[in-house]
């Protein structure tokens, strides 16, 4: 498959450079694609290739917070009939089965994911010896894209290897690390855990210092971003203390940003008295009027960099009435009567008819996003802070976010809430409803799994209306499909 993926890649970067830049197509080294200049490089950034990642991440449903009965199956295939998930998959996975992937099917993850790698690798290898920018330029350029190949490889890793362990990391295999756009190399060899983390943090880490120190669109990496990645990577690993000091870079640099904010439910939803909001209300041509409440993820301002999957999930629920999914009534739960993000959860068809359970919200914008997002980077500061014992710092940042999410006098932190053991569960908890149905609630799982603290939460468990389905450790992540085995013969 790596074979296929990387002939891909070089297909799609020879179509991206030779439309988003010069033309500089010439007599070039067999297997590569270079452009010459500074800006041309620059150009190659410049892409929706970069925004859209297509590809059929399965562990939207392996999160325990959802549910699919009966008539959410009947509309799966209608829902999903012209995006990249299978409806024969989705189901093995809802069940954690180990393998889900049809035998005769593609592996559109992979291949997206390692398509971006190849153009990043191509900016990255060549950036430096581009004619026309300056050595600050430059090294912006290749710090951009070295954090971006790093990241497609983290995001990869999270479905197709065990999360990160040091006890086993030095024999656990992962995923090849790619770091050469050169489509004569048809064979790799897959990473030790280590090496590919060792890989990916080294990348982040040398970057971030490098990177363009300016607000822009959020299709491309500069510093605020970089750092929020950079603390959003450690703290997906369970390394707090590393996490740490990128994503308080990220929260202070974040409050001078003029593009980047967090949207504020009182505000929003004063006009709706902050009651349940209609499908209507809720739709695209709401949202269109000016009622910034579920926005496209790439016109979303708490979003810093836009890696989306336009699958768009229970979307079409608004307009057709078709539920991919439903919420778990304990999941529903979890938030109180001033809480304002249950207000997107619809609990009735666009008919006005009462839905049998709470339809799961969209609080990543449309589309799941893979890059990193404002709320993300407070509420994994808010966690680490707890954890290392800045008990006053953790509060006051939960506070200072949740005034934009629930109404205004019922911000703090619980009075319940007393512990520093009590805190670090209290943010899990506002990660929970703030993501609740996207896919942060497994990288959670995977995150949280062996840790003291979490135990008490198992077993883990979502279930189709009769029947029950409990996560186990083999299910934090999914077995390499036969479409990227059988090119790779050696992996099995």
């Known amino acids: 498959m790596m074979k296929k993926t990387i002939c891909l890649c070089a297909v799609a970067s020879l179509l991206l450079l030779s439309t988003g830049c010069d033309s500089f197509l010439d007599e070039q080294p067999r297997g590569y694609a270079i452009p010459e200049t500074t800006d041309a490089y620059n150009g190659m950034f410049n892409t929706i290739q970069f925004m859209n990642i297509n590809m059929e991440d399965y562990t939207l449903w392996l999160n325990d917070d959802i549910q699919l ?17 299978d409806p024969e998959s989705i189901l093995p996975a809802f069940r954690y089965e180990r393998d889900i992937y049809k035998p005769t099917a593609n592996c559109n993850a992979w291949e997206q994911c390692y398509k ?18 300056t050595q600050a330029e430059k090294e912006a350029l290749r710090a951009e894209a070295r954090m971006s190949r790093a990241w497609m490889h983290f995001i990869l890793a999270q479905m197709f290897a065990r999360p990160w362990n040091p006890d086993i990391a030095d024999t656990e295999l992962t995923i090849p690390i790619v770091t050469e756009a050169n489509t004569n190399v048809s064979s ?13 943090t080294t990348e982040m880490e040398e970057s971030c210092p490098l990177l363009e120190d300016r607000p822009d669109h959020n299709m491309r990496v500069y510093m605020t971003t970089g750092y929020g990645l950079l603390g959003k990577m450690y703290w997906m690993m369970g390394e707090y203390e590393k996490a740490l000091a990128p994503l308080r870079t990220a929260y202070e640099r974040s409050k001078n940003e003029t593009n980047f904010h967090l949207l504020d439910f009182n505000a929003l939803m004063a006009k709706y008295n902050y009651r349940e909001l209609t499908a209507d209300e809720l739709s695209s041509e709401q949202m269109a009027l000016g009622d910034y409440l579920l926005l496209y993820t790439y016109a979303d301002p708490e979003i810093l960099w836009v890696k989306q999957n336009p699958c768009f999930s229970n979307y079409r629920f608004w307009s057709y009435g078709l539920v991919t999914y439903y919420l778990k009534p304990e999941a529903y739960a979890l938030f109180d009567d001033h809480d304002l993000r249950r207000n997107l959860i619809p609990t009735k068809y666009p008919s006005g008819e009462p839905t049998p359970y709470p339809v799961g919200c969209i609080r990543d914008g449309i589309s799941p996003n893979y890059g990193v997002s404002l709320p993300e980077i407070y509420l ?6 707890a954890r290392v014992g800045s008990e006053d710092n953790a509060r006051q940042i939960l506070t200072e976010f949740r005034s934009k999410r629930v109404r205004t006098g019922y911000e703090d932190v619980p ?30 799982l995977r995150r949280l799994w062996s840790d003291p603290l979490f135990q008490q939460e198992k077993p883990i468990t979502h279930n189709d209306g009769t029947s029950t389905y409990t996560l186990e450790e083999d299910n934090l992540y999914l077995v390499l499909p036969e479409g990227v085995l059988k090119w790779n013969e050696n992996w099995r």
Do not use: H, K, P
């Open 380 to 385: 994994a500061l808010a966690e680490c802070e």
């Open 188 to 200: 790799f060899e897959r990473a030790t855990m280590r090496e590919l983390y060792d890989f990916i």
């Open 116 to 133: 971006n790698v190849y153009t990043f690798n191509v900016i990255a290898n060549g950036v430096m010896s581009s004619t026309g920018g």
């Open 69 to 85: 009965n009966n008539e959410c199956i009947d509309g799966l295939a209608d829902a999903f009939g012209y995006s990249s998930f």
């Open 415 to 444: 009075a319940t809430v007393q512990t520093r053991d009590d805190l670090v569960r209290f943010c899990w908890d506002e990660q929970r409803r703030e993501f609740m149905g996207r896919m942060q609630r497994y990288y959670n």
